[in-house]
């Protein structure tokens, strides 16, 4: 029987007036600075993102978990809060665009609805870039459109001056009755947090994380009232709950599925692994860049990333490319998404130059300057295949600037696109044999199908190879599926 409980949880939600206010500049080096104190500190981030989530996970020392009502139920999005969260920790949640930007609107999934969801103080970042006293509207019309929200206090942003912070902060009291708790300077020359085409560069192309979080830690602890936030944070109400028995239960492990772990391919959500994990999986990190064999896997995950910035490389890598491509046509399962994708195709070109990729797929793919997918998405399965059972309507989300060079796929795709890209034609999910690749990212707490039959086919191909009399991996190369 579920247990009614109640869990103190410090927590605040660190949101903006619009995209590129200063939130993660700001949640990262709340992060950071409350660490260099002596506080413990847990992040989250809210939407789907994997790069946001990396850097907040240099800077807070702890996996961070997304939270999002579109891609999840929002009581499933509670509870992942709640069980994760640290009762002894400063809980920081990075929200996603504006404060009140949502699906539709009325604002459905915004990170004030998070907020709510969490009954979560607001800490708000405002740009303050050429503004002065009309911060004090923006900052009343933010208050105003929910009186229920508790917005608790407000960080400027990209403040010119001594005179810039001062006449900012007095109208934002005195007009909007916030309290001003930090106003970070504008810094000259690019960003503390380098950016590209699909927003930050990760950590793990980067490098050098602890002396970037410790600068931006710096910076937040010079120009922002830190024992305000911990003040806030702690004055959060508990959060009520019913404690129940995990529905996912860990069983023996059954099957070793191996996992493309590097600079290149970083986008995975913890859940998406956990769920492997607790299925039966071995996870068996493999470095596309380096790894010139395939361990004894009998299945292979391939999440999102950026091979475009790792082309060449990968390109070089003639030997991995060729195990790999032997092995989908051997029967190995692969489960693959957005850089996944790219990855199992035969190639991408970037301006005038063409890099050869695994060619599971006989599809060739251009970069653009421009997303070609961005956002949200909803399909449907309307075609047999091993990862989703037909009819189902599938959430995600996808973010990509590669598409195919050609219109004409000759390859099957299983997914009907009603919201979103895909690949071409309005389909997505590309299959052949026990091979399934698509532009949609899934997180696993919303959609667990595709994780618990990447399993099932891994333990199949794992029986017949034992059957065989072979062990896995390159060795079992040379034979047909059947």
Same mark, same amino acid.
């Given at each position: 029987?579920?247990?009614?409980?109640?869990?103190?949880?410090?927590?605040?939600?660190?949101?903006?007036?619009?995209?590129d206010?200063?939130?993660?500049?700001?949640?990262?080096?709340?992060?950071?600075?409350?660490?260099?104190?002596?506080?413990?500190?847990?992040?989250?981030?809210?939407?789907?993102?994997?790069?946001?989530?990396?850097?907040?996970?240099?800077?807070?020392?702890?996996?961070?978990?997304?939270?999002?009502?579109?891609?999840?139920?929002s009581?499933?999005?509670?509870?992942?809060?709640?069980?994760?969260?640290?009762?002894?920790?400063?809980?920081?949640i990075?929200?996603?665009?504006?404060?009140?930007?949502g699906?539709?609107?009325?604002?459905?999934?915004?990170?004030?609805?998070?907020?709510?969801?969490?009954?979560?103080?607001?800490?708000?970042?405002?740009?303050?870039?050429?503004?002065?006293?009309?911060?004090?509207?923006?900052?009343?019309?933010?208050?105003q459109?929910?009186?229920?929200?508790?917005?608790?206090?407000?960080? &400027?942003? @990209?403040?010119? /001056?001594?005179?810039?912070?001062? $006449?900012? +902060?007095?109208?934002?009291? =005195?007009?909007? %009755?916030?309290?001003?708790?930090?106003?970070?300077?504008?810094?000259?020359?690019?960003?503390?947090?380098?950016?590209?085409?699909?927003?930050?560069?990760t950590?793990?192309?980067?490098?050098?994380?602890?002396?970037?979080?410790?600068?931006i830690?710096k910076?937040?602890t010079?120009?922002?009232?830190?024992?305000?936030i911990?003040?806030?944070?702690?004055?959060?109400?508990?959060?009520?709950?019913?404690?129940?028995?995990s529905?996912?239960?860990?069983?023996?492990?059954?099957?070793?599925?191996g996992?493309?772990?590097?600079?290149?391919?970083?986008?995975?959500?913890?859940?998406?692994?956990? &769920?492997? @994990?607790?299925? /039966?999986?071995?996870?068996?990190? $493999?470095? +596309?860049?380096?790894?010139? =064999?395939?361990? %004894?896997?009998?299945?292979?995950?391939i999440?999102?990333?950026?091979?475009?910035?790792?082309?060449?490389?990968?390109?070089?890598?003639?030997?991995?490319?060729?195990?790999?491509?032997?092995?989908?046509?051997?029967?190995?399962?692969i489960?693959?998404?957005?850089?996944?994708?790219?990855?199992?195709?035969?190639?991408?070109?970037?301006?005038?130059?063409?890099?050869?990729?695994?060619?599971?797929?006989?599809?060739?793919?251009?970069?653009?300057?421009?997303?070609?997918?961005?956002?949200?998405?909803?399909?449907?399965?309307?075609?047999?295949?091993?990862?989703?059972?037909?009819?189902?309507?599938?959430?995600?989300?996808?973010?990509?600037?590669?598409?195919?060079?050609?219109?004409?796929?000759?390859? =099957?795709?299983?997914?009907?696109?009603?919201?979103?890209?895909?690949?071409?034609?309005?389909?997505?999910?590309?299959?052949?044999q026990?091979?399934?690749?698509?532009?949609?990212?899934?997180?696993?707490?919303?959609?667990?199908?595709?994780?618990?039959?990447?399993?099932?086919?891994?333990?199949?191909?794992?029986?017949?190879?034992?059957?065989?009399?072979?062990?896995?991996?390159?060795?079992?190369?040379?034979?047909?599926?059947?």
């Amino acid at each position: 029987m579920p247990v009614d409980r109640s869990k103190f949880i410090p927590r605040i939600v660190v949101a903006g007036t619009s995209g590129d206010s200063g939130k993660t500049l700001v949640s990262v080096g709340l992060l950071a600075g409350l660490r260099q104190l002596g506080y413990v500190t847990c992040a989250f981030k809210k939407g789907p993102d994997f790069i946001d989530p990396a850097w907040l996970m240099a800077a807070s020392g702890s996996k961070v978990r997304n939270l999002d009502t579109f891609l999840v139920d929002s009581q499933k999005v509670r509870t992942s809060f709640i069980t994760h969260s640290d009762s002894d920790s400063i809980n920081l949640i990075e929200g996603n665009r504006g404060l009140y930007d949502g699906f539709d609107v009325d604002g459905s999934h915004s990170t004030a609805e998070l907020a709510r969801l969490l009954d979560a103080p607001v800490i708000l970042v405002i740009c303050a870039t050429k503004t002065t006293r009309t911060l004090a509207a923006v900052a009343l019309g933010m208050r105003q459109m929910d009186p229920q929200l508790n917005i608790a206090g407000v960080i &400027l942003n @990209q403040v010119g /001056g001594s005179r810039h912070r001062r $006449i900012a +902060s007095e109208a934002i009291e =005195k007009y909007a %009755g916030l309290k001003v708790i930090g106003a970070v300077p504008r810094i000259s020359g690019t960003s503390l947090l380098p950016a590209r085409h699909l927003g930050l560069v990760t950590p793990a192309e980067y490098g050098m994380t602890s002396e970037i979080t410790g600068e931006i830690g710096k910076l937040i602890t010079d120009h922002v009232d830190l024992n305000r936030i911990v003040e806030i944070a702690r004055r959060s109400p508990d959060l009520n709950f019913q404690e129940r028995t995990s529905d996912r239960k860990t069983t023996e492990t059954k099957v070793k599925i191996g996992y493309f772990s590097d600079s290149a391919f970083t986008f995975y959500y913890p859940e998406n692994l956990e &769920l492997l @994990q607790s299925l /039966g999986a071995e996870l068996v990190p $493999i470095s +596309s860049l380096s790894s010139r =064999k395939l361990p %004894g896997i009998s299945g292979l995950y391939i999440g999102g990333g950026f091979p475009e910035t790792h082309a060449d490389r990968l390109a070089k890598n003639h030997e991995l490319k060729a195990e790999i491509k032997r092995g989908a046509e051997n029967g190995l399962p692969i489960y693959a998404e957005c850089g996944g994708l790219i990855y199992l195709c035969r190639s991408l070109k970037l301006k005038e130059k063409t890099y050869s990729m695994a060619g599971v797929f006989d599809i060739d793919l251009a970069m653009g300057e421009k997303p070609h997918g961005h956002g949200y998405s909803r399909m449907q399965a309307d075609l047999d295949n091993e990862y989703y059972p037909g009819g189902i309507e599938i959430r995600g989300h996808e973010f990509h600037y590669t598409y195919p060079l050609s219109e004409q796929i000759g390859e =099957k795709m299983v997914l009907s696109v009603s919201k979103g890209t895909g690949i071409a034609g309005g389909r997505d999910g590309l299959v052949k044999q026990n091979v399934f690749a698509a532009y949609l990212h899934v997180h696993a707490d919303g959609e667990g199908s595709w994780a618990s039959n990447l399993v099932r086919l891994a333990s199949v191909y794992a029986h017949r190879n034992r059957n065989e009399g072979f062990s896995g991996g390159s060795q079992l190369f040379g034979r047909k599926a059947v």
